[in-house]
């Protein structure tokens, strides 16, 4: 008679348990959720402004917007550009409810942050989330960035807050507008609940992608308006200037 009938067969399974790759469905050999091959092949943010993120022609370069007016953020942390297939996990994420895709991204950026972090950028001490206004909210009944903030927290071990920050005024959708009119969009969009929680503290806001910057650079303004030490920026993806 057997001690531990059942330890073979559980064995079994978990040899039987294959991981495949979430983009090709290839069999991967590796613990990650997507293979090497797929991995190689994701539009990866090299040159950008070194203080937006948007694609430039070569690193170390500031944009025309930047060099305008330096945004109130400080390190933007953006692994890929807004282009295929990023776009289209994005979209499948935060329209259709994928939170498979979701998660899997999240646990990408946040290997890149790991990464960075070993490399000496400083860790914040929360990650804050950019809110959905309460309508947007009915509407999708999720708020995709609140997602990715507590995906990353659990990989990076550091808290969220999501309440700190409220849209305070629903805002007309932002795709298709410039920047001025997106800057008179958000103006007032946002308020702050309880603002000494931020006193003297590192916030990393958190988004799915990273447009014009105009609504990180309003939270960012706001947080060091409350005493943030500083407001780094880490999201999904960054798009190029609309007329590229
Ligand atoms: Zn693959
Ligand atoms: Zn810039």
Redesign the pocket.
């Known amino acids: 008679m057997r001690c531990q009938p059942h330890n073979g067969h559980q064995v079994y399974i978990w040899l039987e348990n294959v991981q495949t790759c979430l983009l090709c469905d290839e069999q991967t050999d590796s613990l990650s959720p997507i293979c090497i091959a797929c991995e190689s092949e994701l539009p990866w943010l090299i040159d950008q402004?070194?203080?937006?993120?948007?694609p430039m022609p070569m690193s170390g370069l500031?944009?025309?917007?930047?060099?305008r007016r330096t945004?109130a953020f400080g390190d933007v942390i953006v692994p890929w550009l807004y282009d295929f297939p990023i776009d289209t996990l994005v979209t499948r994420f935060k329209h259709q409810g994928k939170w498979p895709i979701g998660r899997l991204l999240a646990e990408l950026l946040g290997q890149t942050l790991q990464h960075r972090f070993d490399e000496g950028l400083q860790r914040p001490d929360v990650l804050i989330p950019v809110p959905l206004g309460n309508k947007r909210m009915r509407q999708r009944g999720y708020n995709q960035a609140a997602m990715l903030a507590r995906w990353l927290g659990s990989v990076l071990q550091l808290p969220v807050d999501e309440k700190t920050i409220r849209r305070v005024k629903e805002t007309p959708a932002q795709q298709g507008l410039d920047a001025k009119a997106r800057k008179r969009n958000l103006r007032d969009a946002f308020a702050l609940i309880e603002p000494h929680r931020i006193s003297g503290t590192h916030v990393a806001l958190i988004d799915d992608v990273l447009t014009t910057?105009s609504t990180a650079d309003m939270i960012a303004r706001l947080l060091i308006s409350a005493g943030a030490r500083k407001v780094d920026v880490y999201c999904l993806a960054r798009t190029p200037k609309p007329e590229d």
């Open positions: 402004c070194e203080h937006c993120a948007l500031t944009c025309a917007q930047c060099l945004p910057g």
